[in-house]
């Protein structure tokens, strides 16, 4: 089973700051925070990912609270193009299995 | 950076007949790729790992004699669907751990269609 939590769907205003949360109250010491998200169709694409630091890349920016049960990640100026399925995954490295949640559907609102 | 190449993006097959899906990556080496079925509207379900040189490991209710899984090199990952049938039909995603990077990267995936 997956190790997360997400909101099933949320709107997002073009240009706006999309946040989207995520829960992982059993994370491990050792378990990665991995955000990817899906495009209608296509592949899972990665975004970034985190151990107890924030992090940012050019893509998005991700905030772990510092008791490691939650996260957000951070699209700074969302655009239409950013509608897709965002997927929180918890693991400890990437040679690991992915196990998928239900991730959150973000629309991006022109 | 590290691509996954997943072939063909569409297949049409009729029942009965078997339907082979490659994934390969590009630019390095994977011992070890995954396999993902995904209804419509659901997530991806982890099928199967398919591991370089030895048998794959199949999640539980997957039918290993219906989804084989051949990892015959270090770049070629092969998930074939034998005696399809039209509940076969799904968006079917390779995936790999990618090489020097921290993270997996996922192939285009496959819509195979039985009819």
Not at chain 1, 5 to 15: F, I
Request: glycine share 6%; proline share 4%; aromatic share 8%.
């Amino acid at each position: 089973d997956a190790k997360t939590t997400q909101p099933p769907s949320m709107d997002c205003a073009e240009g706006r700051a999309a946040n989207l949360p995520c829960n992982h109250s059993t994370i491990s010491g050792n378990e990665y925070v991995y955000w990817y998200r899906q495009i209608h169709s296509q592949g899972p694409q990665y975004i970034i990912h985190g151990l107890k630091n924030n992090e940012t890349n050019e893509m998005a920016s991700l905030i772990i609270t510092e008791d490691r049960k939650s996260s957000t990640l951070i699209l700074p100026h969302a655009t239409l193009r950013d509608t897709a399925v965002y997927y929180c995954i918890v693991s400890m490295n990437r040679d690991d299995k992915i196990i998928f949640g239900k991730g959150t559907r973000l629309h991006i609102l022109p | 950076g590290a691509v996954v190449s997943q072939h063909p993006s569409w297949v049409i097959c009729k029942s009965g007949t078997s339907v082979k899906i490659e994934c390969r990556s590009l630019d390095f080496q994977a011992t070890t790729m995954f396999w993902y079925r995904q209804f419509p509207k659901q997530s991806l379900m982890l099928m199967a790992t398919s591991n370089e040189g030895s048998k794959a490991t199949y999640e539980q209710g997957v039918e290993k004699d219906k989804f084989l899984i051949n990892h015959a090199s270090l770049t070629l990952s092969t998930l074939t669907v034998t005696s399809a049938h039209p509940e076969d039909s799904s968006f079917y995603i390779c995936s790999a751990p990618g090489g020097q990077k921290s993270e997996a990267f996922f192939g285009q995936g496959t819509r195979l269609t039985v009819v």
